[in-house]
C-alpha cells in the first residue's frame, strides 16, 4: 500500500510534513492581551530562530490582541508564523481561523456532547479551508475525555483512537491542513501514543499528517531536557514527527537552542540507528542532549539497562564523574527505569499564568529535593492544571492572581491560599501524610 505523506506549508511559507525540515517551535508565556509584552517575547523567539510561535487565545478579546500582535509583528518584517492557542472555546476558535496561521484545539473540548463538538469541529474546518488556515488537533494524555477513556482507559490506545476520530473527520471533509499532537509528561505513554498513530495513519488513513511532538510539564533545566530528549529524540530517530516544542518552565526562548539541538543530534547519528556508541560534546547541554538521544531510546524500549560513559568527553576532556552520575540518574528517572529522586511535573506557563511559575518552581525543587519516589506537580492554572498534572501525589496549582490551591493526588484540599504560604503549607501536607503513613 502506497502511503501518502501529507505536506503543506504554513501561513503561506513554512513547509511542513513530507520531508521538510523539522520545524522547532515556542510558545509565549505573556498574557496576550499585553501587547508590547507579547510582541518583545515573539520578536526574541523569531531572532532565536523559531520557527512558529503559539500565543494563548481563550477568548474573543485575545483573538483582537492576536491580529494586532501580527499585524505589528509583520510590519516590522517579522514573518513567523502564529498559532492561536484555544481549549474550549469553540467561538474563540472560528474566530482565529481567519487571524492565525494554525489554530491548536482539542476538539473534543468543544462542548460536552459530542454531536456538537463534531458539528463546530466540521464548522471549524469550513473557515480555515476558506482563509487557507491549518489546524493542529492537539490531544495531551491528561485532557482526554470520560467517553473515550471509559472504553480505552487512560492509556497511549485511547490518545490514538481519540485523535484518529477526528482525523477521519477531516479526511471526509477533504481537509488536510492538519498537525496532530499526543503529548504526555510520561515518556512511555507519549512514545507509544505517538507510534500507534503513526501506524494507524498509514494502515487505516493511507497518509501521514505531519506531528507535533513534545513531552509535556517536563519541568526546566537538566531534567526538563532530558525528559524532552528522550521522547521526542527516540521518535525523530524513527522517523516520525515534523516540528517539536520543548516545554520548559523556564524563558520560552531557552526552548529554541534546546530544539535544535535534539534535531542535530539526531542527524549526527546520535540514536540507537545512527551507529555511534558515545557522545562527542561541546558542552554540557549538549551533551545530556546527546546522551539522551543516544541511550534513552533503548531504556525506554527496555533492550538495555544502564549504559556506559567510557569514551564521552566534553569540549574534548572525559565527562566529570560525578556529573556522569547525575546525567545517569536524571536519563535512568527520565526513561522511567529507575527512580532516585522526586518526579517533577510542571507546565512551562503561558498566558494564563497568573504567578512567577519559574521561580515557585525552583524553590519548590529546593525545597522538596529529598522526597525521592514522590510525584509533585506545579501548574500555572486551575483550568487545565490539575487535568494536565497526570498521576502526581501532589499539586501545587495557580488560582487566579496570587492564590494557589493545593492538591492531593486529583483532590483539592486547601483552596486558594495566598501564594506566599503555599510551599509551607505543601510541605506541611507532605510531611503530616508521611505520618499518618500516607
Ligand atoms: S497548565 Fe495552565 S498555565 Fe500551564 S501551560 Fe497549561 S494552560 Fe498554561
Given at each position: 500500500?502506497?502511503?501518502?505523506?501529507?505536506?503543506?506549508?504554513?501561513?503561506?511559507?513554512?513547509?511542513?510534513?513530507?520531508?521538510?525540515?523539522?520545524?522547532?517551535?515556542?510558545?509565549?508565556?505573556?498574557?496576550?492581551?499585553?501587547?508590547?509584552?507579547?510582541?518583545?517575547?515573539?520578536?526574541?523567539?523569531?531572532?532565536?530562530?523559531?520557527?512558529?510561535?503559539?500565543?494563548?487565545?481563550?477568548?474573543?478579546?485575545?483573538?483582537?490582541?492576536?491580529?494586532?500582535?501580527?499585524?505589528?509583528?509583520?510590519?516590522?518584517?517579522?514573518?513567523?508564523?502564529?498559532?492561536?492557542?484555544?481549549?474550549?472555546?469553540?467561538?474563540?476558535?472560528?474566530?482565529?481561523?481567519?487571524?492565525?496561521?494554525?489554530?491548536?484545539?482539542?476538539?473534543?473540548?468543544?462542548?460536552?456532547?459530542?454531536?456538537?463538538?463534531?458539528?463546530?469541529?466540521?464548522?471549524?474546518?469550513?473557515?480555515?479551508k476558506?482563509?487557507?488556515?491549518?489546524?493542529?488537533?492537539?490531544?495531551?494524555?491528561?485532557?482526554?475525555?470520560?467517553?473515550?477513556?471509559q472504553?480505552?482507559?487512560?492509556?497511549?490506545?485511547?490518545?490514538?483512537?481519540?485523535?484518529?476520530?477526528w482525523?477521519?473527520?477531516?479526511?471526509?471533509e477533504?481537509?488536510?491542513?492538519?498537525?496532530?499532537?499526543?503529548?504526555?509528561?510520561?515518556?512511555?505513554?507519549?512514545?507509544?501514543?505517538?507510534r500507534?498513530?503513526?501506524?494507524?495513519?498509514?494502515?487505516?488513513l493511507?497518509?501521514?499528517?505531519?506531528?507535533?511532538?513534545?513531552?509535556?510539564?517536563?519541568?526546566?533545566?537538566?531534567?526538563?531536557?532530558i525528559?524532552s530528549?528522550?521522547?521526542?529524540?527516540?521518535?525523530?530517530?524513527?522517523?516520525?514527527?515534523?516540528?517539536?516544542?520543548?516545554?520548559?518552565?523556564?524563558?520560552?526562548?531557552?526552548?529554541?537552542?534546546?530544539?535544535?539541538?535534539?534535531?542535530?543530534?539526531?542527524?549526527?547519528?546520535?540514536?540507537?540507528?545512527?551507529?555511534?556508541?558515545?557522545?562527542?560534546?561541546?558542552?554540557?547541554?549538549?551533551?545530556?542532549?546527546?546522551?539522551?538521544?543516544?541511550?534513552?531510546?533503548?531504556?525506554?524500549?527496555?533492550?538495555?539497562?544502564?549504559?556506559?560513559?567510557?569514551?564521552?568527553?566534553?569540549?574534548?576532556?572525559?565527562?566529570?564523574?560525578?556529573?556522569?552520575e547525575?546525567?545517569?540518574?536524571?536519563?535512568?528517572?527520565?526513561?522511567?527505569?529507575?527512580?532516585?529522586?522526586?518526579?517533577?511535573?510542571?507546565?512551562?506557563?503561558?498566558?494564563?499564568?497568573?504567578?512567577?511559575?519559574?521561580?515557585?518552581?525552583?524553590e519548590?525543587?529546593?525545597?522538596?529535593?529529598?522526597?525521592?519516589?514522590?510525584?509533585?506537580a506545579?501548574?500555572?492554572?486551575?483550568?487545565n492544571?490539575?487535568?494536565?498534572?497526570?498521576?502526581?501525589?501532589?499539586?501545587?496549582?495557580?488560582?487566579?492572581?496570587?492564590?494557589?490551591?493545593?492538591?492531593?493526588?486529583?483532590?483539592?484540599?486547601?483552596?486558594?491560599?495566598?501564594?506566599?504560604?503555599?510551599?509551607?503549607?505543601?510541605?506541611?501536607?507532605?510531611?503530616?501524610?508521611?505520618?499518618?503513613?500516607?
Amino acid at each position: 500500500m502506497v502511503v501518502r505523506d501529507i505536506s503543506f506549508s504554513i501561513g503561506g511559507r513554512l513547509p511542513i510534513g513530507g520531508g521538510a525540515p523539522v520545524i522547532v517551535q515556542t510558545m509565549c508565556n505573556t498574557s496576550t492581551d499585553d501587547i508590547e509584552g507579547s510582541l518583545a517575547q515573539c520578536r526574541a523567539m523569531a531572532a532565536a530562530g523559531a520557527g512558529l510561535i503559539r500565543l494563548t487565545t481563550q477568548g474573543l478579546k485575545q483573538v483582537e490582541s492576536l491580529r494586532e500582535i501580527k499585524q505589528r509583528l509583520r510590519a516590522e518584517g517579522i514573518g513567523t508564523p502564529l498559532v492561536a492557542d484555544i481549549h474550549f472555546l469553540a467561538d474563540a476558535a472560528l474566530a482565529a481561523a481567519s487571524v492565525a496561521d494554525k489554530v491548536r484545539i482539542n476538539p473534543g473540548n468543544f462542548a460536552r456532547e459530542h454531536a456538537v463538538a463534531c458539528a463546530k469541529f466540521r464548522e471549524l474546518i469550513a473557515l480555515c479551508k476558506t482563509h487557507g488556515t491549518a489546524i493542529r488537533i492537539g490531544l495531551n494524555h491528561g485532557s482526554l475525555g470520560e467517553r473515550i477513556t471509559q472504553r480505552y482507559g487512560n492509556t497511549p490506545l485511547a490518545m490514538k483512537e481519540a485523535v484518529m476520530e477526528w482525523l477521519r473527520m477531516c479526511t471526509a471533509e477533504d481537509f488536510y491542513r492538519v498537525v496532530v499532537s499526543l503529548k504526555a509528561s510520561n515518556t512511555c505513554v507519549m512514545v507509544e501514543a505517538y507510534r500507534l498513530l503513526d501506524a494507524a495513519m498509514r494502515e487505516e488513513l493511507g497518509c501521514r499528517f505531519p506531528l507535533h511532538l513534545g513531552v509535556t510539564e517536563a519541568g526546566g533545566g537538566d531534567e526538563g531536557r532530558i525528559k524532552s530528549a528522550v521522547g521526542i529524540g527516540t521518535l525523530l530517530g524513527e522517523g516520525i514527527g515534523d516540528t517539536i516544542r520543548v516545554s520548559l518552565t523556564e524563558d520560552p526562548v531557552h526552548e529554541i537552542p534546546a530544539g535544535e539541538q535534539i534535531v542535530a543530534a539526531i542527524a549526527d547519528g546520535y540514536s540507537p540507528r545512527g551507529g555511534r556508541t558515545c557522545v562527542e560534546a561541546d558542552g554540557w547541554d549538549d551533551f545530556i542532549i546527546k546522551g539522551s538521544c543516544l541511550w534513552g531510546p533503548s531504556l525506554l524500549d527496555r533492550r538495555i539497562d544502564d549504559f556506559s560513559l567510557e569514551g564521552s568527553t566534553i569540549g574534548g576532556s572525559p565527562v566529570p564523574a560525578a556529573d556522569g552520575e547525575n546525567f545517569r540518574d536524571l536519563l535512568l528517572q527520565a526513561c522511567r527505569r529507575r527512580f532516585t529522586r522526586p518526579e517533577y511535573i510542571a507546565c512551562p506557563g503561558c498566558g494564563r499564568t497568573l504567578y512567577d511559575l519559574e521561580s515557585t518552581f525552583n524553590e519548590v525543587k529546593r525545597r522538596t529535593g529529598h522526597l525521592a519516589g514522590l510525584k509533585i506537580a506545579v501548574m500555572g492554572c486551575v483550568v487545565n492544571g490539575p487535568g494536565e498534572m497526570a498521576d502526581a501525589d501532589y499539586g501545587y496549582v495557580g488560582e487566579g492572581r496570587g492564590h494557589v490551591t493545593l492538591y492531593r493526588g486529583k483532590e483539592p484540599v486547601l483552596r486558594r491560599i495566598p501564594q506566599e504560604e503555599a510551599i509551607d503549607r505543601l510541605l506541611e501536607l507532605i510531611e503530616s501524610d508521611t505520618r499518618r503513613g500516607g
